[in-house]
């Protein structure tokens, strides 16, 4: 009896009130009740991190400090080494941390000697450091006892921290003697692990943390190859491999998923029965999201090819509708106009179309993969992060709206719209039109088009491909299909003024569609480079006039020289105007957004504060280039029913604007299975966000708001 009720007493007095720092809570947690005289018991410094900031693991990478331990404890009595959890990875800028949040136990093994006497209680002493950081760091400590009782039987867990600490030690890096070597030529690393408990692993979750700093350049993406005895990774040489030295061993954790195993590689030869199973494939992001044949994202992990090809055809179907293929219709509008009378000319524009819009989504797509597996953080309508391709193509579109005008002539005039159709100059303008509609318009992405390019660039790259393929299909299909209906041209008018007269009217959407790249040019580049832009205009305007001069006149030579000396002044204008202006803040361009709709700008650990304050979270992912995003910022956000759901609710606006290129906007769209903008999640107090459609209405918006404050 005596005895039991020193254990309780004991365990009592083990729960002494936890240290606060400014942004820690500490505390020593026992694995149990008691300690047995000779045995080895574990107690873990247990961490409730405030949200938004973090500590850090024993490598720490590219910057910050490990947590460090200093014992006091009875004579006899000795601390062994942390075992630490598998961290995360958490880039700030161009550095790659590792890191652990929210609450974490970090276990130590402390050995009881032999001599301990049962029924007495000790007192076990250690001070932590900590480096916490969040957007600034700040060094903070902690003073910790732990009481415990000395029994001769201690298997009894700790009725508060027993089940948390056997769940950490179950989850850490185990030690299980794998078989692994590395070899490198000072460009890269590559690393192999072999053995039962790694066949046949799933590549896609590898990733491989090196114990020490020097080892590896942490930032850079790390690649993995499955064979039939294990994997390969392919990791980049850091300071230890430099000019031509390498270590003796290369030691670290490879996390494979929810599992964790403990790597001690020497050099030597890679086995071949490490690789060859699976093409080389991007593993994931720092924060979990897939970068390029990494983890599929949320929601698209079980989508199978044959799925995703079905969904990217009808999401190229659904994008002829979205505001931003609209310009580009008029395209095609004018075009089918003028074969009233020449239905096989039709048909082969139609085709020379669909040429166009599939060479560019492959080739577009191509670039995309290479980026992504050179470990650039770029996402689909990278091409419009670029203020010169920006203005570029607004320049562009003013010349074919000049041209619709009657400006001057490419190819085939409306005059002669009888004889000839099928030249050479209609299908290459067919084509020209398929690439555009393609650059200007697939930025934006359409319901169902964003699932299918989420998953599509978590994959190999042929699979990759004929995502994009289908993509393409459906976006050229409705046009391909009319210039192959032959009830169409017999419902049209005779041919005669109507057309020319359409002709110009449709050119006025292309002189909107170049005012918009124009207003996305100034958000990017800066006012200051608006002058730039608007000289080039006014040189190409002048080059087209002097063009046109040229076809009519019976000697063109001098023209046409005018027009070649125009273009070639108006190309260093463009080239200077992008570089003229460092690129506008983001968060300065939409203060407001609706009736009084204050944002800020978005973060993640801006969320994770406002869920930790219960406040419901609207963000939007978005940019000055998708067209879609600004109808949706200019009518559904900005209507009275919104403004009065988010009053109501006390909820946070947060734009992530990806106007100009982020690494962590693209990192989450990626992680959301997303590849491309509008984007708009809603978060409640805690948990994963619900998703909203791309397009809004004020209904959705409000009723997400009030189920995320009830939630």
């Known amino acids: 009896m005596a005895a039991f009720l020193l254990a309780i007493a004991g365990a009592a007095a083990a729960h002494a009130a936890p240290a606060k720092t400014e942004h820690l809570e500490v505390e020593l947690a026992p694995q149990t009740k008691a300690a047995a005289p000779g045995s080895t018991i574990y107690v873990a410094v247990r961490q409730k991190i405030a949200p938004g900031w973090h500590t850090y693991w024993r490598n720490p990478g590219d910057a910050g400090q490990a947590t460090q331990l200093t014992w006091s404890l009875p004579p006899g009595w000795k601390a062994g080494d942390i075992v630490w959890p598998t961290p995360h990875r958490f880039v700030t800028g161009p550095l790659m941390n590792y890191v652990y949040s929210g609450e974490v136990y ?47 039987d201690a298997s009894a867990m700790h009725p508060r921290f027993g089940e948390a600490v056997t769940r950490t030690l179950a989850a850490a890096p185990k030690s299980e003697g794998l078989p692994a070597v590395f070899t490198s030529d000072g460009k890269v690393v590559k690393l192999a692990v072999t053995g039962s408990l790694v066949r046949g692993v799933d590549v896609k979750d590898a990733y491989f943390f ?36 390498s270590p003796a061993q290369l030691d670290g954790v490879l996390a494979l998923g929810d599992a964790a195993y403990v790597v001690e590689a020497r050099p030597g030869a890679i086995p071949a029965g490490a690789y060859g199973l699976t093409p080389a494939v991007v593993t994931t992001n720092p924060d979990g999201s897939p970068v390029a044949g ?46 009233v009378e020449h239905p096989g000319a039709a048909r082969a524009e139609g085709l020379a179309f669909l040429t166009g819009v599939v060479t560019t989504f492959l080739l577009l797509a191509g670039l995309l993969i290479a980026a992504r597996a050179a470990g650039q953080a770029v996402g689909w309508g990278f091409q419009l992060q670029s203020p010169a391709v920006v203005a570029v193509l607004a320049l562009l579109m003013l010349l074919v709206g000049l041209n619709l005008s009657g400006l001057f002539e490419v190819g085939t005039s409306v005059q002669g719209a009888g004889t000839g159709l099928a030249n050479r100059s209609g299908l290459a303008g067919a084509f020209f039109t398929g690439a555009l509609a393609v650059v200007v318009a697939a930025p934006c992405t359409a319901p169902f088009m964003a ?62 569609a170049a005012a918009w790249l124009a207003w996305v040019f100034a958000v990017q580049a800066g006012t200051a480079a608006l002058p730039f832009l608007f000289a080039a205009a006014i040189l190409a305007a002048f080059a087209a006039w002097t063009w046109g001069v040229g076809q009519r006149a019976e000697r063109p030579l001098l023209p046409r020289a005018a027009a070649a000396v125009a273009v070639l002044a108006a190309v260093p204008l463009l080239l200077v105007g992008a570089r003229t202006a460092a690129p506008a803040a983001a968060s300065a361009q ?33 940019a000055a280039w998708c067209v879609t995003c600004q109808v949706n910022e200019r009518t559904t956000l900005a209507g009275k029913r919104v403004a009065e759901a988010f009053a109501r609710t006390n909820a946070v ?29 809603v978060y409640g107090r805690a948990g994963e966000p619900a998703i909203l459609p791309q397009l809004l209405t004020e209904g959705v918006v409000a009723a997400a708001l009030d189920k995320a404050k009830a939630g």
């Open 106 to 152: 970090l276990p130590v093994p402390i050995e009881v000697p032999a001599s301990a006497k049962v029924g007495e209680t000790v007192t076990l002493k250690a001070k932590a450091d900590f480096l916490v950081c969040a957007e600034i760091c700040v060094p903070e400590s902690a003073d910790l006892s732990l009481a415990l009782p000395v029994a001769a």
């Open 210 to 245: 090196p114990d020490d700093g020097a080892a590896l350049e942490h930032i850079k993406v790390q690649k993995a190859e499955r064979g039939p005895d294990g994997l390969t990774l392919t990791l980049a040489p850091g300071q230890a491999f430099m000019e031509g030295k």
């Open 294 to 339: 990494g983890k599929p994202a949320a929601g698209a992990a079980s989508m199978s090819l044959l799925t995703a090809a079905a969904f990217a055809f009808i999401g190229g179907l659904i994008l002829n509708l979205m505001p931003c293929v609209f310009p580009v219709l008029s395209l095609k509008a004018a075009a089918l106009a003028r074969h």
């Open 451 to 512: 699932g299918a390019i989420g998953w599509a660039v978590t994959q190999p790259p042929a699979a990759a491909l004929l995502v994009f393929l289908f993509l393409g299909l459906g976006l050229a299909a409705p046009f391909t299909a009319l210039s192959f209906a032959p009830a169409l041209f017999a419902r049209l008018p005779r041919p005669g003024g109507w057309m020319e007269g359409l002709r110009k009217v449709l050119a006025f959407p292309m002189y909107a």
């Open 590 to 622: 939409t203060a407001k957004a609706g009736p009084g709709l204050a944002t800020e700008p978005w973060s993640p650990e801006r969320v994770a504060a406002l869920q930790a304050q219960g406040r419901p979270v609207f963000v939007d992912f978005t």
């Open 653 to 681: 606006y947060l734009k992530a604007d990806w106007t100009n290129r982020d690494d962590a906007i693209a990192r989450e769209l990626a992680a959301r299975g997303r590849s491309g903008v509008p984007l708009y999640l």
